[in-house]
């Protein structure tokens, strides 16, 4: 059925004419259910080779069917349901027809109307003036729709009240035309109330900052200060910037630190008047009426031996620091103090001279007082000194051996000075030994020997200046059996001074006066010891051999005094025995011994008197010898001994060498046992100028030597 009735459709077509869709007849050939194939026909109006059958959406238009190509012509060309589709161009309104759109109107169009625009850039679609690219000009809108109205083309105007034609920059507009009168271009007015204050106005003094800088009158108004004590110089606290001399009481110069003192200003001269004249902070500081004065650079209460510094006041009265730069040295000594807070300051001194020595790094000052106890260096080379002068500071011997002792190799820097030295018993060397005799009985025999009443010197060479070594009584030789086969025997070696294994030793201003020991009341040098005492006094001292010294060893004297010493044996002044002593500007005078009042020379002993008296002798020659003895003298005096000038195997030396027998003249002397007198020799004396000629043994004052203890370079003392 469906075969035949394609076929009569087909037939129609071919032979009549007119067929639906034109001239044109497609033929469609497709299968029918039966699986025959079928050929159809259909007719395309248009020519575009598609009919309505093919998808031709209109076919009386050969310019739409499915493969048409879609044009802006207001048809469904491709016959895809749309029409223009991609076609169309996006086109903007323009109102004021300045070619410019106006992007919030738009429409899609093939070909729009006229009033309309490819282009929506037009920033104001009212104003034909405005589009992008126009001109700019001042007519309040954005011509050139760069967001900017009129830019270029305004300046600003500042609010000139004041008519000083610079404007108040805090009112401000913007205009394309001069506002008028009022408005300036220029700014700068910080105070447009004031026609004469604006930026570099000129600065008149009138109290107002004119030019602006925020300094008012600058560089017109001066600083003036209240000079309440008129000296010429005001008180920095109260100065005043003005313009206007403000007058009396006041002045155009500070720097016055106290203006109730007319004497102190900056700059001022310092005195001294506690006042700080020159403002420096400091009262009195190199004051130009200072006056030099003992350093005391380390504030201990002790000046330095050598530094001196400019100062209103005294420092200190002392030269006695021996390390200005330590407040610890010198260590203090005080017997007064309280020993619980002691600390070797001069505020909490040590009590005892022993305490200062052991903490003492180079000296130790012991205060005026008496001090009982026995001291030894114990090796330590350090200065112990007074501060007050022997008269002042006593040592008392505890009564048990030396006072002092220096036994441990102490050297010149171990000094005592200013001390006086009493009560001392010395040190005590036993030795006992025993004995057996044929019946097998025991006997012991012992030594007592007793050295150095007042100061011991073993393998030490101390320094022992301004001493008064006074007092000091050893045991006097003795002999006892204490049973028939014990015996002991006591022996004892200068009451005042005991030196054994001691060279170079110093010792000068010394006094040693009324001491007592059995050999050497006064001083005793064993054969191991050779020094010099200068400047020495030997004063009524006593022993049973060399009252005033005994030299076993090597003793000289330079500018000394051997006065009234007694000896029951010999030497009264001095005993050299085997030993050395050489004596330069001495005076012996009143001594007294059985043998040689002034001194006694035994066992190969040499004494050796230069520009030295010897006169008085109350007992003895002035000078005894025994035949071993050697015995020379040079510009010397040997005057009024009681056993004549010389004894024994000596002879006397008068007329030969300078030397003179001749009565002294001295200043004041009596032979009374007190120390009053005046050994000078006066005016007139035979002992004036008759010592050594040469110069360089010249008196202080440059004349001839003067025999006797006050001649010769050092007889100033």
């Not at 204490?482 to 015996?487: H, Q, R, W």
């Not at 010394?510 to 004063?539: H, I, K, Q």
């Not at 003249?665 to 005016?683: F, H, I």
Request: hydrophobic fraction near 30%; proline fraction near 3%; glycine fraction near 14%.
């Amino acid at each position: 059925m469906t075969r035949s009735l394609t076929a009569l459709l087909a037939l129609s077509c071919v032979f009549v004419v007119g067929c639906p869709g034109g001239d044109t007849v497609d033929k469609d050939v497709a299968k029918d259910d039966t699986g025959e194939t079928a050929v159809t026909d259909c007719v395309e109006e248009d020519g575009d080779g598609f009919c309505v059958s093919d998808g031709d959406c209109d076919d009386n238009n050969p310019a739409v069917n499915p493969d048409a190509e879609e044009i802006c012509d207001g048809n469904d060309n491709n016959c895809n349901g749309e029409i223009d589709e991609n076609g169309e161009t996006l086109y903007f309104e323009d109102a004021d027809n300045d070619g410019f759109g106006d992007r919030n109107a738009s429409v899609m169009a093939c070909d729009p109307e006229s009033g309309w625009v490819a282009n929506g850039d037009d920033c104001d679609d009212d104003e034909s003036s405005v589009y992008p690219g126009a001109d700019e000009v001042c007519d309040g809108l954005d011509n050139d729709c760069n967001g900017i109205i009129d830019d270029e083309m305004t300046s600003t105007y500042y609010r000139d009240a004041d008519g000083d034609g610079y404007g108040d920059p805090g009112w401000a507009i913007d205009s394309c035309s001069d506002p008028g009168a009022g408005w300036v271009t220029t700014p700068g007015d910080f105070d447009d109330e004031d026609p004469a204050s604006h930026t570099g106005a000129i600065e008149i003094c009138d109290g107002i900052d004119n030019d602006g800088n925020g300094v008012v009158d600058d560089g017109l108004s001066s600083t003036w200060y209240p000079d309440a004590d008129s000296d010429g110089y005001g008180d920095d606290s109260g100065g005043v910037a003005t313009c206007v001399d403000p007058g009396a009481g006041w002045i155009g110069v500070g720097g016055d630190c106290d203006d109730s003192e007319a004497l102190a200003w900056t700059g001022a001269s310092e005195y001294c008047d506690d006042v700080d004249n020159d403002c420096n902070g400091l009262i009195d500081d190199d004051a130009l009426d200072a006056t030099a004065q003992i350093a005391d650079d380390d504030g201990d209460g002790f000046g330095s031996a050598t530094a001196t510094t400019f100062a209103c006041d005294v420092l200190v009265t002392n030269t006695m620091d021996c390390d200005d730069s330590n407040a610890r040295e010198p260590q203090v000594v005080d017997d007064s103090a309280t020993a619980s807070s002691a600390d070797g300051s001069l505020t909490n001194p040590w009590t005892t001279v022993q305490e200062g020595i052991d903490t003492a790094r180079i000296c130790v000052a012991v205060l005026a007082g008496t001090y009982t106890e026995d001291i030894d260096f114990g090796g330590s080379d350090i200065a112990v000194f007074s501060t007050d002068g022997w008269a002042a500071t006593v040592l008392v011997g505890s009564g048990t051996s030396s006072i002092v002792t220096f036994q441990s190799g102490e050297t010149n820097g171990a000094e005592l000075d200013g001390f006086t030295i009493q009560g001392g018993v010395g040190t005590m060397d036993s030795v006992t030994s025993t004995t057996s005799d044929s019946s097998g009985t025991i006997s012991t025999s012992t030594i007592n020997s007793y050295y150095g009443g007042g100061i011991l010197v073993d393998n030490a060479a101390p320094t022992l200046s301004n001493l008064y070594v006074t007092g000091n009584v050893l045991p006097a030789y003795s002999y006892t059996e204490p049973s028939s086969t014990s015996s002991v025997w006591e022996y004892s070696y200068g009451g005042g001074l005991f030196a054994t294994r001691s060279t170079g030793m110093v010792v000068n201003a010394v006094t040693f006066e009324g001491n007592w020991a059995d050999t050497g009341g006064g001083v005793y040098a064993s054969d191991s010891a050779s020094f010099e005492a200068t400047s020495t006094r030997f004063l009524f001292n006593g022993a049973s051999y060399g009252g005033g010294y005994v030299a076993a060893g090597t003793l000289d004297l330079t500018n000394a005094i051997l006065q009234e010493n007694e000896a029951s044996y010999w030497g009264g002044g001095a005993w050299v025995d085997g030993g050395s002593s050489t004596l330069w500007n001495v005076t012996a005078v009143a001594n007294g011994s059985a043998m040689g009042g002034g001194a006694a020379v035994t066992d190969y002993g040499s004494l050796y008197l230069y520009s030295s008296v010897v006169s008085d002798s109350s007992s003895g020659e002035g000078v005894y010898g025994d035949s071993s003895a050697t015995f020379s003298a040079e510009f010397s005096d040997l005057y009024g001994n009681a056993g004549g000038g010389v004894g024994g195997s000596l002879v006397d030396p008068a007329g030969t060498s300078g030397n003179i027998a001749s009565a002294p003249m001295y200043t004041t002397w009596d032979a009374d046992a007190t120390d009053d007198d005046d050994l000078n020799p006066v005016a007139g004396s035979p002992l004036i100028n008759a010592g050594n000629p040469s110069a360089a043994y010249n008196d202080t004052d440059g004349s001839v030597n003067d025999i006797g203890a006050y001649g010769g370079p050092g007889g100033g003392w």
